[in-house]
């Protein structure tokens, strides 16, 4: 089974799972949460099986999955890119997870750092 690359960050109490579907038909397999969440169509078209019923999505545009609801991802042309957004439910024992290729040049991770705990 094809799958899609995927790149996650949470930062500030904020999941994002980047999913880059690079090929027609490549899937990310079924599963639930236990959490309302979007999935944000950046680019291509998504097909998703949501309880065994289908529905087709075109970029740019949110797709709302319910909590409990079984869903399954399948791109439907070669590039298509999705991010799962969600808040984090236990932010005393998250930790934010910063890869070094989202922060911009003239930014110092530290005061970057710095910036996001203050509230």
Partial sequence: MKRP?????LVANMFVRQMHFCEVNATEPG?????????????????????GEI?????????????DTEHLL????ENTI?????????SEKSE?????DMIPTGVKLKE????????
């Fill in 74 to 77: 399948t791109a439907l042309e």
């Fill in 82 to 90: 999705a991010y799962c957004v969600h808040g984090l439910r236990d």
């Fill in 96 to 100: 934010d997870i910063i890869a070094p």
């Fill in 55 to 67: 529905t087709d999505f075109v970029a740019p545009t949110m797709i709302y999955i319910q909590a």
């Fill in 112 to 119: 970057m750092l710095n910036n996001i705990a203050v509230k």
């Fill in 5 to 9: 690359v995927v790149n996650i960050g």
């Fill in 31 to 51: 599963h639930t949460h236990s959490f309302d969440h979007l999935t944000l169509l950046a680019s291509g078209k998504l097909r998703v099986e949501a309880n």
